[in-house]
């Protein structure tokens, strides 16, 4: 349907959500399975995930070329512009649910188990040798659990972290500007340079993590604290790989000159994506890591 008389685009019915649902599904059950101990679960995985790339892919392709072929009009970028402003909102949602539960068991659930406010120390029979400190520095059940030696410090490469987080935010607005001047090569060269600096963030973190498990002994086995850090930091390197893949496509679309001065949501959007990975991560230097 053209919009060039102000209509709004309607695409043709199209496979690859369906697609994108069937993929997802397989990954989750395959990476179920797999922390079970199954190796077909590996298997399972490594499909979801192809069949997942292989629609990224296919749909990115169908939307650059409604893009570049002028079907977009006013009303789709303001519609593209809520969509992603939303889809942001509920990244927080996700954040804010796992940042509670750090927050209910820092400074609620040890409290109470080592007796505060109840002058009676309920693990007194079950656990007496609990000390209410964070991290917790004794380990329940050690036949289920993993006991830890050190906790990572936060003057390390968490802070080296975050000041390639935060170079990363200062590379894409300059990308932003040279875009806005109709810059090219500077856009180009400021693109590579926040994708680089994304990758060289996940790289690092990957190198913290086989430090934890191999010479600290902390794993996710190692009580509330193994969890709760994993669980923050990893899936925000998840949305990192994610954030720095998209800038990749984005790098792309720029060499093959696509976006404008007046038409770039593809890039903006992109870019929102990136500083809220920038702003989630200062929240967990300080509250994981420093505090």
Known sequence: MSTSNGGYYLPEPSHWPIMGSIALFTAFAGAAIMLNGSHFGTLLLGVGLTVLGFMLFGWFGTVIRESVGGFYNKQ?????????????????????????????????????????????????????????SWPLSVIPNPENFSEYEHVIPAWGVPALNTLILLSSGVTITFAHWALKKDNRSGLCWWLFATF??????????????????????????????????????????????????????????????????????????????????????LFLFIFVYWL
Request: aromatic fraction near 24%; glycine fraction near 12%; avoid cysteine.
């Open 76 to 132: 789709v970028d303001l519609s593209f512009r809520w969509g992603m402003g939303w889809f942001i909102v509920s990244e927080v949602m996700f954040f804010a649910a796992f940042f509670g539960a750090l927050f209910y068991a820092r400074m609620y659930a040890v409290p109470w188990l080592g007796g505060e406010g109840s002058g009676f120390s309920t693990h007194e029979f079950l656990w007496p040798d609990f000390t209410a």
């Open 196 to 281: 680089a600096l994304g990758f060289l963030f996940v790289f690092l973190q990957a190198e913290e993590y086989h430090h934890a498990y191999q010479e600290l002994g902390l794993t996710l086995n190692s009580g509330i604290y193994g969890s709760t850090f994993f669980m923050l930091t990893g899936f925000h390197g998840f949305h990192v790989s994610m954030g720095a893949l998209m800038l990749v496509i984005i790098w792309l679309r720029s060499l093959k000159g696509h976006f404008s001065e007046e038409n770039h949501f593809g890039f903006e959007a992109v870019a929102w994506y990136w500083h809220f990975v920038d702003v989630v991560w």
